[in-house]
């Protein structure tokens, strides 16, 4: 049996970027909300490419440390 490798979410810079830019229009329950709904989609479609729940958690992590890097650094930037 082979091992599918999908890739990694947190190099995919669109997802990043769109997922992070959203983020920052919602604050609070909304935010939490579009989190949830968009990481339910990703495991959704890597469940679906045969990739196991240890390199789904992974890749989950890794997405969110990508994302929250982006909006560190976009609020790093506006403030000049």
Not at 14 to 21: F, P, T, W, Y
């Amino acid at each position: 049996m082979s091992e599918i490798i999908p890739f990694p979410l947190y190099r995919r810079v669109s997802v990043v970027r769109e997922i992070a830019d959203r983020i920052e229009t919602l604050h609070g329950p909304a935010a939490n909300s579009y989190w949830r709904e968009r990481i339910a989609i990703v495991v959704s479609q890597l469940k679906k490419m045969g990739v196991d729940n240890d390199a789904i958690r992974t890749e989950v992590l890794s997405l969110q440390d990508a994302v929250q890097t982006r909006i560190r650094d976009q609020s790093m930037a506006r403030q000049g």
